[in-house]
């Protein structure tokens, strides 16, 4: 989870390695001991503000990429997840239909300032 943490840092400061459109991009991440050519592909929906999901991955020895077909699955998902108010994402995560994946120093935040939050999703 902290790979996925440190990805979506990277994507707020605007390192993806592809935007997919309707507000999916692609991101690599590293896996320990392997680096970021050996690694994981991630699609992430996101508004680049404070919403981060991860709706799909995959290694690149198991399949060089994703169909059109699947990307446009994925923008009407990006569409619906990121259309969602913060009472249905916190319904979403305690259902476990989603999984909520903080930085330290968001929680630290969170603690100081509980109205304002921002999170990863997965």
Known sequence: MLAQAGA????????????LG???FKKRIALPGRGK?????????????SRW?????F????R????AREVEALQRIATDLLGLCPGELDA???SAALKEICHDSEEEGREQDSGRRSRDRA
């Open 8 to 19: 979506s840092a990277e994507m707020a400061a605007g390192l993806v390695d592809a935007d």
């Open 53 to 57: 999901f991860f709706v799909f991955g």
């Open 92 to 94: 979403h995560v305690a």
């Open 22 to 24: 309707g507000g999916i």
């Open 59 to 62: 290694e690149k020895n198991e």
């Open 64 to 67: 060089a990429s994703i169909g």
């Open 37 to 49: 050519s050996g690694s994981v592909r991630t699609l992430v929906a996101t508004n680049k503000g």
